[in-house]
């Protein structure tokens, strides 16, 4: 069986989600990425619980001039990873608008979402940066709302520069997303 999942990289600027895309397609890191314009685009199987899983991957602008633009990409997607840097709260504290605006443009409300705290590299370096205790306890107060819907708001650390946890990342977010479709199968039968 396999599927073809829609998900998008969202999150503030310069927190890392072009970088993680490109270490995800196995391009290495670079630390002089462009900013995305609107959205970029890319493929990648996966093999998830022995399901071929083709990801489409929109990676969208983060700064807040692109909002209008970003919506249209959000459309028809089933997942995301929602990236802030560790070494950046405030790109922490904007995750529930994040949120809002993923769940009111995709066309479906609550779909599956993955938190990576990206950057953890450098963490030492900021005394106050975000821990992964305060992004677990955000991903559990969310998950309140979400299990309705059937899932959890999983969290994971990541550092596009080492490779720590990128592909782990999407592969999260392939299992959560196929727990979500067994629950809505077992409910509407």
């Not at 990873?81 to 769940?103: A, G, H, K, M, Q």
Request: net charge neutral; with cysteine; glycine share 8%.
């Amino acid at each position: 069986m396999s599927f073809l999942m829609k998900i998008v990289l969202a999150g503030d600027g310069a927190v890392g989600k072009t970088a993680l895309r490109e270490r995800y397609l196995g391009k290495g890191f670079s630390s002089n990425y462009m900013m995305t314009i609107g959205a970029d685009f890319a493929l990648k199987e996966a093999t998830i619980r022995e399901k071929s899983i083709k990801f489409q991957i929109w990676d969208l602008a983060g700064q807040p001039r692109f909002g209008t633009v970003r919506s249209v990409y959000y459309y028809g997607c089933l997942g995301a990873l929602l990236v802030f840097d560790v070494t950046r709260p405030d790109t922490f504290t904007n995750l529930d608008s994040w949120i809002d605006e993923i769940y009111k443009h995709n066309g479906k409300g609550a779909i599956p979402v993955v938190l990576l705290g990206n950057k953890v590299d450098l963490r030492e370096s900021f005394p106050n940066h975000v821990t992964d205790s305060q992004a677990e306890e955000f991903a559990a107060k969310k998950s309140e709302d979400t299990q309705k819907s059937g899932f959890s708001i999983k969290y994971m650390p990541t550092s596009a520069k080492s490779g720590l946890n990128v592909s782990a990342a999407f592969d999260m977010l392939g299992n959560v997303y196929l727990d979500y479709v067994e629950t809505q199968t077992q409910t509407s039968s």
